[in-house]
């Protein structure tokens, strides 16, 4: 036991271990990813702000080298015009100042953010403001006072300057301009390289922990595999043991349905298979007046203590069987709760044996009573009838004739009564000889062709092979001519008698069910009807004494009774089976004549055997 516990220590100790390994190295694998989000966050909004700042810097190289361009082509449009006062040229330094002074707005839109840029923003916009506002009044002297006018006004301007000035400040600022570019695509390309670098660390240590992740959660799913196919073949194990057991074993739900039933039970319930009764309520097979018992002992196993009860299950294909169930509780580890391993067993056997045990004894102490009070009562009609017929001979008339014959008559039936009580008493004892069954069948067909109602329609199937059996003829007839007659009256509106024989073996099991059963040959005799039938009450008494079903004057209640005294003292027994509204079968078993008893037949029988 401590090695078990042990063993179990150990187990329990390398599972946590393993747990708590893929608990860090899952926490581990969250604070790298977590840290790569961050990492790769951080880089990618540094990559998009560096990307920005270097599109910003073309848009402004690009408005600046737009705006030199348009002024260029401003004042040459202007100088064109001067010098040929053309249309055309006018109507291109017209487009082309417009363009000039739309460029300059884009450009101030574009460094509205900029407070720095702005500044050199606003002075450039003045200086070609003022530049432009020159042109246009050199274009208005052109057009009001001609040409020479406007050649004095270019020699004598003052600002000659301004559109240097503002070609070189348009280059400061382009160059400005360019060198931040430059900056920014260094510094975007670090950014990128950087990002570069870090993702394929990033991408090395992911790789790394998910080969470790891999590794345990392989070794994991294989111990579980490993558990698993243990755990199914201990399953089965136990299933091929449950199933070896020739008991009913039952797991019920606290609810009162079905979880696990063995083969066994499946056999007992007459089902082939257990998804017919799995989930179903376990008490629907027991009999309506045990259910209360059985809910009873539910509801007690289910409160953790054990219990045992006898019942009464109808099977599904209608046997009726006596169960003895031992039930203990299961507890349910996921709620602590109890469940109800019922172990059942099949007591129907044991049930009948006792029955006919009981049956036999009370048979046995009415026999006794019924033969001494036969005994006395022959005892008292003995005198009456030595009487009655003195008086016969003293009173001659007629009416006293008529008198005393019927006090006669029923004093003889009334002997003839106590003479079949005596007999199933004492037990009935007749001269024994080798007999055979298919002559005998024979004259009971007759009989009951000649007397019988045309309604019933009779049906006789002896094989010629039948073995014998010893035994006294006329009371084999008479217990054939009895299991006849209450067919007939079992069938009052008609219906089908069949009598048939076969040869049987009896070995241990069937002698052990039957207590009156010894192993050996048997002729068995079945004696079938299509009548009333019987009910299980009444088949318990049916072979009682003075016990009949009849109305009074129709029946003695001796003659089923007689019958078993002499099958009995054949060494036979009889079995019944009857339901109500479809029948009775009457079962006959005789024991048969070995074959050194064979030999002692009359020459007449030994022609008939021979032909069989």
């Known amino acids: 036991m401590e090695v078990i516990c042990g063993r179990k220590g150990d187990r329990m100790l390398k599972k946590w271990y393993r747990v708590q390994k893929l608990k860090a190295i899952f926490v581990l694998a969250l604070a790298v990813v977590f840290t790569n989000a961050v990492v790769s966050y951080g880089n990618t909004v540094k990559l998009i702000h560096n990307q920005q700042e270097v599109t910003y810097s073309y848009e402004v190289i690009t408005q600046l080298e737009n ?59 003045r200086k070609i403001t003022n530049r432009l506002n ?17 050649r004095q006004q270019i020699l004598s301007d003052k600002n000659k300057q301004i559109g240097k000035d503002i070609q070189q400040l348009i280059h400061d600022s382009l160059k400005a301009e360019q060198n931040l570019l430059q900056q920014g695509v260094q510094q975007s390309q670090a950014s990128s390289q950087k990002a570069i670098v870090i993702f394929f660390i990033a991408a090395i240590v992911d790789l790394v922990l998910v080969a470790l992740l891999y590794d345990l959660l392989w070794r994991y799913i294989r111990q579980l595999q490993q558990t698993e196919l243990a755990l199914c073949q201990s399953e089965n194990r136990l299933r091929a043991m449950i199933d070896a057991e020739p008991e009913c074993i039952k797991l019920i739900a606290r609810d009162g349905t079905l979880l696990e039933i063995n083969a066994y039970g499946l056999a007992m319930m007459e089902v082939e298979s257990a998804d017919i009764l799995i989930g179903k309520p376990v008490d629907a097979v027991i009999v309506p007046e045990y259910r209360a018992a059985f809910a009873d002992l539910h ?20 046997t009726r069987r006596y169960m003895e169930t031992y039930a203990v509780p299961l507890r349910n580890e996921s709620d602590g709760t109890f469940m109800h391993l019922a172990l059942m067993r099949d007591i129907t056997q044991q049930k009948q044996l006792e029955a006919q045990l009981l049956r036999s004894q009370r048979l046995e102490s009415i026999g006794t009573l019924a033969g001494g009070i036969a005994h006395d009562l022959n005892n008292i009609l003995s005198p009456i009838l030595m009487s009655v017929q003195l008086l016969q001979k003293k009173l001659p008339d007629q009416q006293s004739q008529q008198i005393l014959q019927t006090l006669e008559n029923n004093v003889k039936r009334g002997a003839n009564l106590l003479k079949q009580v005596l ?23 007759q009989i009951i062709a000649q007397t019988f109602p045309k309604s019933i329609i009779c049906q006789i199937d002896i094989p010629k092979n039948l073995w014998y059996v010893r035994g006294d003829t006329t009371q084999l007839h008479q217990v054939l001519i009895n299991l006849v007659v209450n067919a007939r009256d079992a069938m009052p509106n008609g219906g089908i008698l069949r009598i048939a024989a076969e040869n049987l073996v009896i070995g241990e099991h069937s002698a052990q069910i039957n207590i009156n059963a010894k192993v050996g040959s048997y002729i068995a005799i079945v004696v079938t009807d299509t009548g009333m039938g019987m009910s299980s009450e009444i088949q318990e008494r049916i072979f009682e004494p003075f016990f009949t079903t009849k109305d009074v004057g129709k029946g003695t209640g001796l003659g089923l009774s007689t019958a078993l005294g002499i099958i009995k003292n054949h060494g036979g027994f009889v079995n019944v089976y009857s339901q109500i509204g479809r029948g009775t079968q009457f079962t006959v078993y005789l024991p ?11 020459p007449e029988l030994e022609s008939v055997r021979g032909d069989g």
């Open 67 to 125: 705006i030199q361009s348009t002024f260029k082509d401003t004042e040459t449009a202007q100088r064109n015009y001067l010098i040929t006062a053309d249309a055309d040229d006018l109507q291109t330094y017209l487009a082309d100042y417009q363009q000039t002074n739309s460029n300059i707005q884009i450009l101030s839109k574009l460094t509205a953010d900029k407070h720095q840029k702005q500044q050199w923003i606003s002075l450039l916009e």
């Open 134 to 150: 020159i042109l246009q009044q050199e274009i208005y002297l052109r057009q009001n006072q001609g040409l020479e006018a406007v």
């Open 299 to 318: 509801k007690n196993v289910c409160q953790g203590n054990k219990g045992t009860l006898e019942f009464e299950i109808v099977g599904f294909k209608g």
């Open 423 to 445: 007999s199933f008493a004492r037990g009935i004892e007749g001269k024994r000889t080798i007999v055979q069954i298919q002559p005998l069948m024979a004259e009971i067909e």
């Open 592 to 602: 048969a004549s070995t074959s050194r008893d064979a030999h002692s037949l009359s």
